[in-house]
């Protein structure tokens, strides 16, 4: 076993910090690190530890610099670093929890699908591959972000290209079966942007949750692509100190339709209507009311920069003002979402490093 004797009481915590206050922190700060996730671009950060990645989707907030940290709670926490075998995947890992990245250029010469059907498969065999040798086998949480996700290519979307791809490498993998599938965000980065994914695995098979008010994304009906998305709505990890709730990227989405085209505001809401039903899935599934909105934290993606505003005044209407939100900019992946929003819900019994 790859982390034989690492302590078992691993707490995943995430915090979102500029890139300054990360280079402030000392060494015993970054033992705990998993992975650092920075936004518009690769940030800049010395003597890091843990992996570092970039989504390349600007931030519409203040913070230019502003980085997503996934940390686990404990100084007894023993990491290791990948490197048994070459991979492309950048990943740190302790007893129950892996964090891991990889990014890809398309080599296109002519903007056809081919060069991201191959970088969407490359991609998910290293990432797989890495899960085996480590044998955190789980898939738990992945995001995707993807250049000019809404663009045409050889006549269809490249969102339903890495679908296609996606599908094909977890059957390859012998994980179709749809009980096993992570929470997962997939997004559009600008033109020129490499292919960014990162992820989180474990040791322990995290409980899937789906939406009652949506259809399971993996039963979408072919008219939304001729292989459907492999993500389920949220899954739920019970560690030894407590629990941690993925909520996947949501948008406004009721059955499979999209609803309230061009209203982005009604978007908003229909969108924390759906998180609010995971809310419930998930309280029930865990057998207590341990998540509210208001103690999650939101990811934003804002696909015209223009929305931010009427966006905001929207979530005012469910969320209180202290409530952690990072707005970026991204395009959806379907043309007539205007907004899709993700969250994070940690431990209970959330202690301090
Ligand atoms: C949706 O509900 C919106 O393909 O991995 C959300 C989260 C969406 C994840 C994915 C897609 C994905 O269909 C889009």
């Known amino acids: 076993m790859a982390a034989a004797g690492a302590a078992t009481t691993a707490a995943l915590q995430l915090d979102y910090l500029s890139s300054e206050e990360i280079a402030s922190q000392s060494s015993s700060w970054w033992r705990n690190v998993l992975g650092v996730v920075g936004f518009e671009k690769l940030p800049a950060i010395d003597g890091a530890q843990a992996p570092i990645t970039a989504s390349m989707t600007p931030s519409l907030g203040v913070k230019d610099s502003l980085c997503e940290v996934w940390r686990v709670a404990g100084p007894e926490v023993r990491m290791a670093d990948g490197a048994a075998r070459p991979s492309r995947v950048h990943y740190r890992f302790c007893e129950e929890l892996l964090f891991g990245s990889i990014t890809l250029e398309e080599r296109s010469v002519d903007g056809n699908s ?78 020129g942007s490499p292919i960014s994914i990162y992820f989180l695995a474990g040791r322990q098979p995290p409980r899937m949750i789906e939406n009652p008010r949506q259809t399971s994304a993996y039963h979408y009906p072919p008219k939304f692509g001729r292989h459907s998305p492999m993500f389920s709505r949220a899954c739920v990890l019970s560690e030894p100190k407590g629990t941690n709730l993925f909520v996947s990227g949501t948008a406004s989405i009721v059955g499979h339709e999209t609803i309230h085209a061009g209203d982005v505001a009604a978007q908003t809401r229909e969108t924390m209507a759906n998180i609010a039903a995971l809310l419930d899935e998930a309280n029930r599934v865990v057998g207590s009311a341990r998540y509210s909105l208001d103690g999650l934290k939101f990811k934003v993606y804002v696909r015209q920069p223009t929305d931010l505003g009427a966006i905001e005044r929207a979530l005012a209407g469910s969320l209180r003002s202290s409530t952690s939100v990072v707005y970026l900019q991204a395009d959806v992946c379907r043309e007539d979402l205007l907004v899709e929003i993700e969250a994070t819900g940690e431990s209970a019994g959330r202690q301090a490093v």
């Not at 995001?143 to 599908?167: C, K, M, T, V």
């Open 114 to 191: 081919g060069a991201l059907v191959r970088a969407t498969e490359i991609a998910y065999r290293e990432i797989f591959g890495v899960l085996k040798e480590t044998e955190h086998r789980h898939l738990i949480r992945i995001w995707n972000y993807l250049p000019e996700i809404n663009r045409e290519a050889d006549g269809d979307e490249r969102y339903r290209h890495f679908n296609s791809a996606r599908q094909l490498a977890f059957r390859d993998s012998g994980r179709a079966a749809l009980s096993t599938v992570p929470a997962a965000s997939a997004l559009g980065s600008p033109a």
